[in-house]
């Protein structure tokens, strides 16, 4: 007599549990023990902080990616426009920065050489003031790592790990580059681009498609299917914790920034400009959002009220400008 759903269950959880600590002990693993005394691998910027660097600005940030140096590097901008800073110097792309709740850290992504000489994506980080550049992880993965986000006390990471190229969530402990899943019990890959709400307690991500947004508890408990909303993507909880902003393709549209309330389950667009509106960030105060728009020819930031209103577009390049973070 076939089993029933919860002994089906059971038996999954435990399956998966073997495979999970089987793969764990294996050195390829994302989740496998991190080697404490490994000496830093090559990726460190010759200089480890600027006086203009140091010196430049406070208050309200946005750091962004740029292709204005020929590459992908890290700048930080006031929201106004102004005040603008060049963080990082690497060859290649940093893309996916975040700041600390506190804003002391930074967080970023960037590519590394494996032992095998392949090429993955991996989770950098720095001081806000540009120093303390290193790998969150002592020895390279021959998994791709990305899309991070901080826990409230710092200690932790939530980060996308990609296997057999799809993706599942992992928590990363800061302290010693270790791993461990975020949800045991569900199985496969089951999404993208992870972010913290401000008690720790919750992530939000995109499903495995990246055709609906999901949240779960910290622990892998609680899931549930919060937007069935084809492509979704960039999801960020609001500094109060009470509403998403998210990028989403309207039916028969392009990208545009939407915002769930989690509160009275509503769901509010904010952007009609016939263009990709994407990638969507909280200011510190949650009454402002910022965002990537390509309505003038070229990926650019923009600002503009969290409730909708007038867009102010803060960068004017001839480069792609990507992937904003405001600062908390």
């Known amino acids: 007599m076939p089993a029933s759903r919860s002994q089906s269950a059971v038996l999954r959880t435990a399956l998966l549990a073997v495979a999970l600590v089987a793969a764990a002990c294996n050195d390829d693993s994302p989740v496998a023990p991190v080697a404490p005394d490994a000496a830093e691998p090559l990726g460190v910027e010759a200089t480890d902080g600027t006086p203009e660097l140091l010196t430049a600005g406070s208050g309200a940030r946005i750091l962004f990616t740029s292709a204005r140096t020929g590459g992908g590097d890290l700048y930080r901008i006031a929201s106004n426009g102004t005040g603008l800073v060049r963080m990082t110097s690497f060859s290649g792309r940093d893309v996916t920065s975040v700041w600390s709740r506190d804003n002391q850290h930074i967080a970023f992504v960037r590519s590394r050489l494996d032992a095998s000489n392949v090429a993955h994506q991996d989770i950098y980080l720095m001081n806000a003031d540009g120093t303390g550049k290193h790998w969150a992880r002592s020895l390279p993965s021959s998994f791709d790592i990305t899309r991070p986000s901080w826990s409230k006390d710092g200690t932790r990471i939530v980060a996308t790990v990609y296997i057999g190229g799809a993706g599942r969530l992992a928590l990363m402990d800061v302290a010693t580059g270790n791993m461990t899943y975020v949800n045991l019990a569900m199985g496969g890959p089951i999404g993208y681009g992870p972010d913290w709400d401000p008690t720790s307690q919750r992530i939000v991500y995109s499903g495995a498609l990246g055709d609906t947004l999901h949240m779960i508890n910290a622990d892998g408990t609680g899931h549930k299917v919060i937007l069935p909303q084809k492509h979704v993507s960039d999801a960020h909880f609001s500094p109060d914790g009470k509403r ?59 600002v503009m009220p969290s409730a909708g209103g007038t867009q102010v577009r803060i960068t004017d390049n001839t480069v792609d400008e990507n992937m904003p973070a405001w600062s908390h």
């Open 244 to 302: 998403i902003a998210v990028g989403y393709v309207p039916p028969g549209e392009s990208w545009d920034i939407g915002v769930k309330n989690l509160v009275d389950g509503t769901f509010k667009r904010l952007t009609w400009s016939g263009y990709l509106d994407f990638s969507p960030t909280w200011s510190g105060d949650g009454s402002k959002l910022a965002f990537v728009s390509n309505r003038s020819g070229k990926n650019q930031i923009f």
